[in-house]
């Protein structure tokens, strides 16, 4: 089954198509992160118009380079949620009039199953149940991924998502948007027990995890040193800034794998990119005898790709939508509203 993928919730206009939720026979992606750099954060108008101006050609170069025809498409899918409204709304607009087009039943898809599911794409062999840390720009959680389309939230963060916590220290610090990776490629070549951050345990669930504190705490350190005239070691507190938020994230990760049994566990996300939690991840998961599934630096960010995948499965489980399909710019991954 061939699913032509969109993928339009932030600031990628992404359109693929897979094949039976595990083969990718393209992967376009139009990026406007330059464009939004200028501003240090994505302009969600501008996002929207600049998603209308990609998005067919994005499409007819899928079909080109698949070296397919719209006849060739058996459904189409689309990020319906979560997202910035206007730009989820260009995606779901063009997915419902391809799927009318053409005749074919339309799949709706969350973003986050969908970034879960780059790990399908990157592992063929992968499948549920299995653990899944979710670490992206706007979500931080625990996923008790018990069938494709059958999930459970362990637990998560009660304010800021850990992307949202990179980018903010990044841009405090000067570095360009989206800082995620710079701030990691820094930290390289920091000493990390030069500073000391805080790693804060909220409420009474043990999944649940707080970033504000952390993002608070970093800021109040660069502006004191702006302030005292103190040369801040740069390297060294992104180092300790990407250990405080692994700290947060793999042991509370290594505990769910504990108590659900689960030998598997899934990295997704953007911030699946970040090298400090894919070392801790792997070192931790080795204790426990657990295999690691971390996507490649490629399927971690925002793609269509991983919205094809996911789309599959929720097609195979009668997961369609008619015309009437709204766009959200939340909705829990159980697809309840928030
Ligand atoms: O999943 P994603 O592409 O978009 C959302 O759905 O939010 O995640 C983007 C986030 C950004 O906050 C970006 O800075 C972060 O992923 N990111 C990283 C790294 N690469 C991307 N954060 C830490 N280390 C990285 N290497
Ligand atoms: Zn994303």
């Keep these: 089954m ?10 990628e206009t992404a359109v693929a198509i897979v094949r039976d939720g595990r083969t990718v026979l393209t992967d376009q992606i139009a990026s406007q992160v330059e464009l939004h750099r200028i501003y240090g954060g994505v302009v969600p108008e501008i996002a929207s118009r600049k998603h209308i101006e990609a998005i067919y050609a994005l499409a007819d170069q899928a079909l080109e380079k698949a070296e397919l025809t719209r006849k060739d498409i058996d459904a189409v899918a689309v990020t319906y949620a979560p997202g910035l409204i206007g730009a989820v709304l260009v995606g779901v607009n063009f997915a419902k009039a391809a799927a009318m087009a053409i005749g074919k039943p339309l799949i709706p898809v969350h973003h986050i199953r ?66 995620g990776a710079a701030l990691d490629k820094a930290a390289a070549s920091g000493d990390e027990t030069k500073y000391v951050l805080p790693r804060s345990k909220p409420g009474a669930n043990p ?21 005292v005239g103190e040369e801040l070691d740069i390297p060294s507190l992104c180092a300790a800034f990407s250990s405080a938020v692994s700290d947060t994230l793999v042991p509370r990760a290594m505990m769910a794998l504990e108590k659900t049994g689960y030998k598997k566990l899934a990295v997704a996300g953007g911030v699946a990119a970040n090298s400090r939690i894919r070392r801790d991840i792997t070192e931790a998961a080795a204790k426990l005898g657990a295999e690691v599934y971390m ?15 996911q789309a599959y499965y929720e097609y195979l489980s009668g997961n369609t939508a008619d015309m009437s399909l709204n766009a959200y710019a939340t909705k829990s991954i159980l697809g309840e509203a928030l």
Excluded: W
Aim: proline fraction near 6%.
């Design 114 to 179: 969908g970034h879960i599911a780059a790990n399908y794409i990157a592992y063929p062999e992968l499948k549920p149940p299995f653990l899944c840390l979710v670490v992206s720009g706007g979500h931080t959680m625990l996923v008790d991924v018990q069938d494709y389309t059958k999930m459970e939230i362990l637990g998560g963060t009660l304010d800021d998502a850990a992307g949202e916590c990179f980018d903010k220290v990044a841009r405090v610090l000067g570095m360009p948007y989206p800082g």
């Design 295 to 309: 996507p490649p630096l490629s399927l971690c960010g925002d793609n269509a790709a991983m919205i094809g995948s």
């Design 2 to 11: 061939n699913i032509l993928a969109v993928e339009s919730s932030c600031d």
């Design 207 to 227: 999944y649940d995890m707080s970033f504000s504190g952390l993002k608070t705490a970093s800021l109040n350190l660069i502006h004191h040193a702006e302030q």
